[in-house]
């Protein structure tokens, strides 16, 4: 099992990025897929969810309307489109996966762990 997260870097405040994650090494149909972040200093704290057969998403309230989770099937890869983005944006961004197929925001059942992706937004 494996999940390469990619796509980080440096934004100016305002900006945009998207992060990838490619999953491999299993059939991902009955996975939820999420997006966690760790600033330095921090709690690792929950940014979005997906379920990959049917799409339903949800989002952490610091980020609504603003980054958008998605994924394309035929690439078994999952995104988090970021807009409008702010300092306290900044963390480290990781990927995982849940065998359950339910939306959490909690770590606890997300049993697989990409290395996580920097992504630094400028004041």
């Known amino acids: 099992v494996q999940l390469q997260a990619s796509g980080g870097g440096l934004v100016q405040t305002g900006g945009s990025l998207r992060l990838s994650c490619a999953a491999s090494?299993?059939?991902?149909?009955?996975?939820?897929m999420a997006w966690f972040r760790q600033a330095p200093g921090k709690e690792r704290e929950f940014v979005a969810a997906?379920?990959?057969?049917?799409?339903?998403?949800m989002h952490a309230d610091s980020v609504k309307d603003r980054f958008t989770i998605s994924r394309d099937n035929s690439k078994n890869t999952v995104y988090l489109q970021m807009i409008k983005m702010k300092p306290e944006d900044t963390a480290v961004y990781s990927c995982?996966?849940?065998?359950?197929?339910?939306?959490?925001?909690?770590?606890?059942?997300?049993?697989?762990w990409g290395q996580g992706t920097l992504v630094t937004v400028s004041s």
């Open positions: 995982a996966a849940s065998p359950s197929g339910r939306l959490g925001s909690s770590v606890v059942g997300y049993d697989y």
């Open positions: 090494g299993r059939r991902w149909s009955t996975y939820s």
């Open positions: 997906i379920k990959w057969s049917s799409g339903s998403t």
